[in-house]
């Protein structure tokens, strides 16, 4: 291939030219109406909101993101949730440092490297979760962060979810109560707006003498949604999909089944890796005192998803462990 070329040390995965044009460059924790001002010239925002509750009983909650310019608006969220901010390059790049343009589509754009770092792979955990426990991440509680996880089983889901809580300093990840279908083997994949494993050579960018980016990095690729037929494996956000009350009869809403579903990411049923809220957790049984009624239901979504072939190939390297 003519051109620069960085490889991942001691592999021949080529992180420069794999990379999208692309990058996350904000996830933030949000709620109810706000805005968020950025200053990236050169470079288109999009945001989504990953979480939020979209129904709650027969209420449907309607929340709604928007760009206009650099600035990135929210309102209607009532639960929180993860706002990604992706910032895409628009033209060619010109700062003190070097820029590898890509002038081979019409018209060009840079593709490395952006003036800010972007969210990065920093850890691959591979484990069977406990109910309740607690497992500390390398990322400092005051830097944001995003996880993904999915089964490494031959078949089926992890049932995996848990709560983000602060731990030390750090953030760590508090898995789901005993409650329901044990959680599986899986593996977690954890990205923050930081590097890690600073290579001993390679290729560095630097912006105003402030490393941004080294070529050890692997750049988070995420998209909203989910996906049910993926040609390779694919792992999914945390979270509750949807808790549904079904009444036994019509005429008799305060008995019934109470089902849970989490956000969950494996091999379906069909032998395709699958990432998305279909996974049945939990079904429980409940009568609640004559007249009042159905249980309290709620759904939620979108998760965020990635494909992880890039990550799982070369996460070693990339992480040096």
Request: proline content about 7%.
């Amino acid at each position: 291939m003519a051109g620069f070329q960085a490889f991942i040390n001691g592999t021949s995965f080529d992180a420069v030219n794999a990379m999208a044009y692309n990058f996350i460059a904000d996830i933030a924790t949000v709620s109810g109406n706000g805005s968020n001002t950025y200053n990236l010239p050169g470079f288109v925002l999009s945001a989504s909101l990953n979480g939020g509750r979209t129904s709650a009983g027969s209420q449907q909650i309607t929340y709604s993101v928007s760009v206009s310019g650099q600035t990135v608006s929210w309102s209607g969220v009532d639960a929180p949730s993860k706002l990604i901010v992706t910032a895409t390059a628009t033209t060619t790049q010109n700062y003190a440092g070097f820029i590898y343009n890509d002038y081979s589509i019409s018209p060009p754009v840079f593709k490395l490297a952006p003036n800010f770092t972007p969210f990065n792979l920093v850890q691959v955990i591979d484990l069977t979760p406990g109910f309740d426990q607690i497992l500390q991440t390398n990322v400092p509680a005051n830097m944001a962060m995003i996880a993904f996880h999915r089964s490494t089983a031959g078949s089926g889901f992890d049932h995996v979810w848990w709560y983000e809580i602060n731990q030390n300093g750090y953030w760590a990840l508090q898995f789901r109560p005993n409650f329901g279908t044990a959680m599986g083997p899986t593996r977690i994949y954890v990205f923050a707006k930081m590097m890690v494993n600073v290579p001993p050579g390679g290729f560095f960018m630097y912006n105003n003498g402030v490393m941004v980016w080294h070529s050890n990095c692997l750049p988070l690729q995420m998209q909203s949604g989910s996906t049910t037929n993926a040609g390779q494996p694919v792992a999914i956000t945390s979270g509750v999909s949807v808790v549904h009350a079904i009444p036994s009869q019509p005429s008799t809403p305060n008995i019934g089944t109470r089902q849970y579903n989490c956000y969950s990411a494996g091999i379906n049923s069909s032998g395709n890796w699958e990432a998305s809220g279909a996974d049945l957790y939990s079904s429980v049984f409940y009568n609640n005192p004559s007249g009042s009624g159905l249980p309290p239901s709620y759904s939620c979504g979108p998760p965020g998803f990635i494909y992880t072939n890039a990550y799982d190939s070369y996460y070693r390297q990339a992480l040096g462990v």
